[in-house]
């Protein structure tokens, strides 16, 4: 039961926060708008952030060398993530890296043939080019079997139509993984992925949308009109698009909060130093009880959550089948990001409602209880995994 990381993988961790504090701390003002300036968001920054991650070797990281990836594991993913969320105040940009690489790259990793794997990965691994996972619809949030977009076969290909809403990274996106209906109706057995270039006729992306938090990752929707997609970018066979999603999401709801756990380290260090600096009555205010106990609570929180989800990444690592550690950590450090962020902006008193590291914690832990399913799902998922959903009232087993 030690969670320390292993020698080369804290030595590899450390490497990447230095890294995300050099290059990454984009200072506002630098390269046009700041992402968290309102409406403002710079595409060239965001790529040239972008390139110089893939360069580290961040955005492919759980990709297999031969494909251009870094080969790494769950639980090393999870510590590049951490350390991406550390050193960098733009929790979006580490979210974007997130959802590029386990929501996107990791099907095509699991699921593709040879020939998809070599043709697509490479680039998606060095950085030249960005992807988007297309799963979302306005009718199917947490009710993601009953998808409206649908793909009929004509001779050699696929014609795609619906659409799509929050798809992080779409209006910079070169590849789409998108989820359609195949068979509707057809439950589990009835969706299937495909890789779509961003290109390709039929395949609009709308402005970007303008949100409470995570302004650093951009998000659009997707629409699908007439969309021809050659039979050979699909992902694995007919029908096995649920399994593409729900390995998918194994990897997100483990190794993206990682994120969530950098972010949360970085302005708990800094409330420790405020609270040692700030003087009321003659004395810094991190004496008084009340404020030493609830710095106490946010350590409490950010440790508790870190185990459950470095445990979640070793079962992950390991080949574990378990639905519970994942959701359990999911819940955890969702959680946690929300409440650490609010004893952040408390403790800052006036402060804290200005714009810097507690408030903007704040509104980037909001969306993490609702994506990579909503922490009520979450609940759901570890009840039927406990087996208490089903059972008739009274009854005993």
Same mark, same amino acid.
């Given at each position: 039961m030690n969670f320390d990381l292993?020698?080369?993988?804290?030595?590899m961790r450390d490497m990447v926060l230095r890294f995300a504090r050099r290059e990454l701390a984009r200072p506002p003002g630098v390269s046009g708008a700041?992402?968290?300036?309102?409406? @403002?968001?710079? !595409?060239g920054d965001f790529r040239r952030r972008w390139l110089l991650a893939g360069k580290q070797g961040v955005v492919g990281a759980t990709v297999p060398g031969r494909y251009g990836g870094s080969g790494l594991d769950a639980v090393a993913a999870a510590a590049v993530l951490e350390a991406l969320g550390e050193g960098s105040?733009?929790?979006? #940009?580490? #979210?974007?890296v997130a959802a590029h690489l386990f929501a996107s790259l990791m099907p095509i990793v699991e699921f593709g043939t040879e020939e998809q794997k070599r043709s697509w990965l490479p680039a998606l691994c060095s950085g030249e080019r960005i992807a988007a996972h297309c799963v979302t619809e306005p009718e199917a949030g947490s009710d993601a079997l009953n998808l409206r977009t649908r793909a009929e076969r004509r001779d050699g290909h696929y014609v795609l139509d619906g659409e799509k809403? #929050?798809?992080?990274?779409?209006? &910079? *996106?070169? &590849? #789409?993984? &998108?989820?359609? *209906?195949?068979?509707?109706? =057809?439950?589990?057995f009835g969706l299937s992925t495909f890789v779509v270039d961003a290109g390709t006729p039929g395949l609009s992306v709308g402005p970007p949308y303008r949100k409470v938090g995570l302004r650093g990752s951009p998000t659009a929707d997707v629409r699908l009109d007439g969309c021809v997609v050659p039979a050979d970018r699909m992902l694995g066979v007919e029908g096995a698009g649920a399994s593409v999603f729900t390995s998918s999401m194994k990897w997100e709801r483990t190794c993206l909060f990682a994120a969530y756990l950098g972010a949360m380290r970085r302005v708990l260090d800094d409330?420790?130093?405020?609270?040692?600096? $700030?003087?009321q009555f003659g004395t810094p205010i991190g004496g008084f009880q009340a404020v030493s106990h609830r710095v106490v609570d946010m350590t409490l929180r950010l440790?508790?959550? $870190?185990? %459950? %989800?470095?445990?979640? *990444?070793? =079962?992950?690592?390991?080949?574990? $089948?378990?639905?519970?550690?994942?959701?359990?950590?999911?819940l955890a450090v969702s959680e946690a990001a929300v409440q650490v962020g609010l004893d952040a902006v408390q403790l800052?008193?006036?402060? @804290? &409602? %200005?714009?810097?590291?507690?408030?903007? %914690?704040?509104r980037d832990a909001l969306p993490a209880r609702i994506? !990579?399913?909503?922490?009520?799902?979450?609940k759901n998922n570890v009840a039927r995994a406990m087996g208490l959903t089903g059972r008739r009232p009274g009854r005993r087993r």
């Open positions: 292993d020698p080369e993988t804290a030595e700041s992402p968290d300036a309102p409406g @403002g968001f710079d !595409s105040p733009d929790t979006g #940009f580490a #979210f974007s809403c #929050f798809t992080t990274n779409a209006p &910079v *996106a070169d &590849v #789409f993984v &998108v989820q359609v *209906a195949t068979a509707p109706g =057809g439950g589990f409330t420790v130093r405020h609270v040692g600096e $700030r003087e440790e508790a959550a $870190r185990l %459950l %989800l470095y445990r979640a *990444a070793r =079962g992950l690592a390991d080949g574990s $089948r378990d639905e519970i550690a994942p959701a359990l950590a999911k800052r008193g006036a402060l @804290g &409602v %200005l714009d810097g590291e507690a408030e903007t %914690l704040l994506f !990579s399913g909503t922490n009520e799902i979450q």
